[in-house]
């Protein structure tokens, strides 16, 4: 053995001894925790860093799961390769043995988790701690075994780790050749060290004490992995406790760099977790919300951790948001241009902009002329060149991203990939030259690729977006078209796709040709999913085409998708259509939001809250998504219902820990990925830009601020909203408002209903405005109370 390990490692044995104890548990006090369900033990969670996550269930089994790559989503990951399948420990007590594999309990922590485990029989509990370093490719799990008894229990403690060094999605597109796991052990430096036999990838792992006894083992999971362990006789006082701690790191690069980051963990780790524990604080702090609502003042906070999650950085490639987690963790188009927004408004603005710099590189790269990429492996292939609507979101999201840092450099760097994206938009999407795009969208319905309501959408705002960076880098010509073109989409979206007969904006504008299979395929889905209301209303629809043929291409309401609703979220929707749209959006939801396709309701609006039942095949069938309702509730508070929005939050915050504690699934309650991305979306842009009305113009040093509260929220404050070189709070009761800055350059806006405020006894000037007043001061404060009356 000890020549083999000399023939495959070289260089590696010198030993460096055995690391003191750092106590998780002491180190994360005062952290917040939230305890999962039990009935939800059997089902996934994760733990990230920066490099490298875990993905196990939260029973503390690792079993095999996930479709994308089937069966191997879970485990530990560091992208592009995955490291292990999973770990097991096996507690021996006389002539029982106990693997540590059904828990009692799962706590979850932004900065790590806990499994317990309580083992009656034997007088014993046991506590697993996992820890992701941020810092290095590397993990800890920390055991803390308690002997309850009055007597000394001996025992044996052994710990398995099952490799499976592997490639990501799509390695075989980057010459990416997975070989049979080898692993060695050496007893100078008590490392497991493992290593596919073809590629350089490694692993490497040890526990703080030294092994009495070390093996290889057969692996429990498909795969060329293999199987290693680590024993321990353990000798433990009456009521005392034992702590051992694993550490595990790899590399997809060399052993050298994989025992690198192993030694960085088992040195650092107590620095490392007093460093994350301070950044997940200061990412609490941020855009800090206080409502008497204490559930969705929660589920605000840790949809900030959720977003700190999904960062993935691989360093060859980039780093940037993943969309979601466990079967999406790598990087989109369309999941960033929502999420980044979001992200933007709650503070964490590295993930923004090393976002953006990855999407426009990798897109420029691989389309060259503006398009943006839709879907990328952390390998680097590119499965997805870009869908429609990923170009014009990508413009709108570099104009809001513009409207917090106020970097002019910032829009000139990315202002060309947007005009060379419309450019090919128009000239090369739009083969009868009505302004409106052809191809797919955000619904990846086979066949529906024609005209789209979401892509007309995005495309109008886009142009008006590009319009305005046209103007900050004084593009006057420029201005003057992308302007003509938005008002033009504008008219066009409020006549061209408003059906008056469903009270909605249509799905898309086709010819009946396609509309006929569109709807035949409907009717096969509404049948299968027992939907004779849909199956009649699609059935009535064809015969009506039939009857009445169009030689032009025409607007079709058919699935009453989510997107017909985006003509509202943008606010481009005239108003009395968007009154009777929303009112119809009503009827296509659930105690949980809305339907992703509308047809696949029940006829009455569900009352069920129920977890999803998805197909046996990986579908959104059915779903309602945490996207549409976050949509919905931007779009109610854009035509000034913000107790209607508020309703819509609230159903979302309804699947927050329903599954895994402390995340929001992305299919609600329960289905799908067990963290996603855009959800910051739908919880930052109402709050902080809406129902608080912050609105920033960081170029100018000015901050609008415009509250729009529902009736539930008083009182209610946002600290911390940072922009610029400044960071505003608001503190809003039913009798006044109050707006602090930290940078007394900056200007403040604040516009209320008028004749409801009155000048307050400072040096704020008041000037009336129409339906508002608006005040502006140079001072730090502002402080506006209802009149008295009389």
């Known amino acids: 053995m000890k020549e083999f390990f000399l023939m495959l490692f070289p260089g590696i044995l010198?030993?460096?001894?055995?690391?003191?104890?750092?106590?998780?548990?002491?180190?994360?006090?005062?952290?917040?925790?939230?305890?999962?369900?039990?009935?939800?033990?059997?089902?996934?969670?994760?733990?990230?860093?920066?490099?490298?996550?875990?993905?196990?269930?939260?029973?503390?089994?690792?079993?095999?799961?996930?479709?994308?790559?089937?069966?191997?989503?879970?485990?530990?990951?560091?992208?592009?390769?995955?490291?292990?399948?999973?770990?097991?420990?096996?507690?021996?007590?006389?002539?029982?043995?106990?693997?540590?594999?059904?828990?009692?309990?799962?706590?979850?922590?932004?900065?790590?988790?806990?499994?317990?485990?309580?083992?009656?029989?034997?007088?014993?509990?046991?506590?697993?701690?996992?820890?992701?370093?941020?810092?290095?490719?590397?993990?800890?799990?920390?055991?803390?075994?308690?002997n309850h008894s009055g007597d000394q229990q001996e025992l044996q403690l052994i710990f398995k780790a099952f490799s499976d060094l592997r490639p990501t999605w799509l390695g075989e597109k980057t010459d990416m050749v997975d070989g049979p796991d080898k692993a060695a052990f050496n007893a100078n430096t008590g490392y497991w060290v493992i290593k596919d036999s073809i590629s350089?990838?490694?692993?490497?792992?040890?526990?703080?004490?030294?092994?009495?006894?070390?093996?290889?083992?057969?692996?429990?999971?498909?795969?060329?992995?293999?199987?290693?362990?680590?024993?321990?006789?353990?000798?433990?006082?009456?009521?005392?406790?034992?702590?051992?701690?694993?550490?595990?790191?790899?590399?997809?690069?060399?052993?050298?760099e994989s025992i690198e980051n192993f030694r960085n963990i088992e040195k650092n780790l107590e620095k490392e977790i007093i460093v994350k524990k301070e950044k997940y604080q200061k990412l609490a702090s941020k855009s800090k919300l206080t409502i008497e609502d204490k559930e969705l003042q929660q589920t605000f906070e840790w949809l900030k951790y959720n977003s700190a999650w999904l960062v993935?950085?691989?360093?060859?490639?980039?780093?940037?948001?993943?969309?979601?987690?466990?079967?999406?963790?790598?990087?989109?188009?369309?999941?960033?241009?929502?999420?980044?927004?979001?992200?933007?408004?709650?503070?964490?603005?590295?993930?923004?902009?090393?976002?953006?710099?990855?999407?426009?590189?990798?897109?420029?790269?691989?389309?060259?002329?503006?398009?943006?990429?839709?879907?990328?492996?952390?390998?680097?292939?590119?499965?997805?060149?870009?869908?429609?609507?990923?170009?014009?979101?990508?413009?709108?999201?570099?104009?809001e991203v513009y409207k917090w840092n106020g970097n002019r450099e910032f829009l000139k760097e990315y202002f060309p990939t947007i005009k060379k994206g419309l450019k090919w938009l128009l000239e090369e999407n739009d083969k009868n030259n009505n302004l409106f795009p052809d191809g797919f969208g955000m619904m990846e319905i086979h066949g529906l690729d024609s005209e789209m309501i979401d892509v007309a959408v995005y495309t109008q705002r886009a142009f008006e977006d590009a319009a305005r960076i046209a103007a900050e880098l004084d593009q006057k010509e420029i201005y003057k078209k992308y302007t003509?073109?938005?008002?033009?989409?504008?008219?066009?979206?409020?006549?061209?796709?408003?059906?008056?007969?469903?009270?909605?904006?249509?799905?898309?504008i086709g010819t009946d040709e396609q509309a006929i299979r569109l709807i035949e395929?409907?009717?096969?889905?509404?049948?299968?999913?027992?939907?004779?209301?849909?199956?009649?209303?699609?059935?009535?629809?064809?015969?009506?085409?039939?009857?009445?043929?169009?030689?032009?291409?025409?607007?079709?309401?058919?699935?009453?998708?989510?997107?017909?609703?985006?003509?509202?979220?943008?606010?481009?929707?005239?108003?009395?259509?968007?009154?009777?749209?929303?009112?119809?959006?009503?009827?296509?939801?659930?105690?949980?939001?809305?339907?992703?396709?509308?047809?696949?309701?029940?006829?009455?609006?569900?009352?069920?809250?129920?977890?999803?039942?998805?197909s046996k095949s990986f579908s959104y069938t059915g779903a309602v998504m945490t996207l549409p309702t976050g949509v919905q509730v931007i779009a109610e508070n854009n035509y000034g219902n913000p107790d209607k929005a508020l309703d819509y939050l609230q159903r979302m915050s309804r699947s927050f820990s329903y599954a895994f504690p402390g995340s929001m699934y992305e299919v609600s309650p329960d289905y799908g990925m067990i963290t996603q991305a855009w959800n910051i979306y739908s919880f930052a842009i109402p709050v902080v830009q809406q129902f608080f009305g912050v609105q920033p113009m960081t170029s100018e040093k000015l901050v609008t601020i415009k509250p729009q509260m529902p009736a539930e929220w008083n009182p209610a404050s946002l600290e911390n909203v940072e922009m610029g070189d400044n960071e505003i709070s608001v503190y809003h009761t039913g009798s006044s408002v109050k707006v602090t800055k930290t940078n007394p350059d900056w200007k403040i806006k604040l516009i209320m209903p008028k004749a409801s405020y009155h000048e307050p006894e400072s040096n704020i000037q008041l000037q009336e405005d129409g339906e508002s007043f608006i005040f502006s001061t140079s001072a730090n404060e502002m402080e506006i109370r209802k009149k008295l009356s009389n």
């Open 14 to 146: 010198a030993f460096t001894g055995f690391a003191q104890t750092k106590n998780i548990p002491e180190l994360i006090k005062g952290a917040p925790s939230i305890e999962g369900k039990t009935e939800y033990l059997n089902s996934p969670f994760v733990e990230a860093g920066d490099r490298l996550y875990v993905v196990g269930h939260q029973d503390g089994s690792f079993p095999e799961l996930g479709w994308h790559i089937p069966g191997e989503m879970g485990g530990v990951w560091n992208h592009p390769i995955k490291l292990f399948d999973g770990f097991e420990t096996e507690i021996i007590v006389g002539k029982d043995t106990i693997i540590l594999n059904r828990a009692d309990a799962f706590i979850n922590y932004p900065i790590a988790s806990q499994h317990k485990f309580k083992l009656e029989k034997q007088n014993l509990s046991v506590d697993r701690w996992q820890f992701v370093s941020d810092k290095s490719q590397s993990l800890a799990i920390q055991l803390v075994l308690i």
């Open 200 to 256: 350089p990838w490694s692993a490497n792992y040890r526990a703080e004490k030294e092994a009495d006894f070390n093996k290889i083992i057969p692996s429990e999971y498909k795969g060329m992995g293999t199987g290693t362990l680590l024993g321990y006789n353990l000798s433990i006082p009456p009521n005392q406790k034992e702590v051992i701690t694993f550490y595990l790191a790899g590399s997809y690069n060399s052993v050298s």
């Open 312 to 399: 993935q950085e691989v360093p060859e490639i980039g780093t940037g948001i993943t969309a979601g987690i466990p079967d999406y963790p790598w990087w989109f188009g369309v999941d960033s241009e929502y999420a980044l927004k979001g992200y933007m408004a709650v503070g964490q603005k590295e993930a923004v902009y090393k976002t953006i710099k990855l999407l426009d590189s990798v897109s420029m790269a691989v389309n060259g002329n503006g398009k943006i990429i839709h879907e990328m492996s952390t390998n680097g292939a590119v499965f997805n060149k870009g869908n429609i609507n990923e170009t014009p979101q990508f413009a709108s999201l570099i104009w």
């Open 484 to 508: 003509e073109i938005a008002s033009q989409l504008k008219n066009k979206i409020n006549s061209e796709f408003w059906s008056a007969e469903f009270g909605s904006y249509a799905d898309f």
């Open 521 to 614: 395929d409907a009717i096969v889905r509404a049948d299968t999913l027992n939907k004779p209301w849909s199956v009649k209303e699609l059935k009535d629809k064809k015969k009506y085409i039939l009857n009445n043929p169009s030689r032009e291409e025409r607007p079709f309401v058919l699935h009453h998708n989510w997107v017909v609703n985006t003509p509202m979220e943008m606010k481009i929707a005239d108003p009395e259509k968007a009154k009777i749209a929303l009112k119809t959006a009503e009827k296509f939801t659930n105690p949980f939001g809305v339907f992703v396709t509308g047809i696949d309701r029940d006829e009455q609006v569900s009352k069920d809250e129920a977890s999803f039942k998805g």
